[in-house]
């Protein structure tokens, strides 16, 4: 079963940076769009950044010029660099890869960032 392995949260200071990935265990075959999303406490889950296949992305405007997206597909990995982080970035984040059939989900890595 193809498990998606997130790393590179902790705790950083506003302004601060932090890179997150996300690694597909197996391989994902029509994979259309790798997504990040975050769920602040006592918030719903909200999509934070896109990559297309054709490698468009796409942000929502909070994190606009200060979170880019990327991806390695030799290792089906999809990263979110974070910079200029404020304290309303905290959450936790969770990747998400979409094929034709089936949407895979990480477990989660808690940013939290404070002073």
């Known amino acids: 079963q193809v498990q998606l392995v997130e790393s590179g949260g902790g705790l950083v200071q506003p302004g601060g940076s932090l890179r997150l990935s996300c690694a597909a265990s197996?391989?994902?075959?029509?994979?259309?769009?790798m997504n990040w999303y975050r769920q602040a406490p006592g918030k719903q889950r909200e999509l934070v950044a896109t990559?297309?296949?054709?490698?468009?992305?796409n942000y929502a405007d909070s994190v606009k010029g200060r979170f880019a997206i990327s991806r390695d597909n030799t290792k089906n990995t999809v990263y979110l660099q974070m910079n200029s982080l404020k304290a309303e970035d905290t959450a936790v984040y969770y990747c998400?890869?979409?094929?034709?059939?089936?949407?895979?989900w990480g477990q989660g890595t808690q940013v939290t960032v404070s002073s």
């Open positions: 197996g391989s994902i075959v029509s994979i259309y769009a």
């Open positions: 998400n890869f979409r094929s034709l059939s089936s949407n895979f």
């Open positions: 990559i297309f296949s054709a490698g468009i992305t």
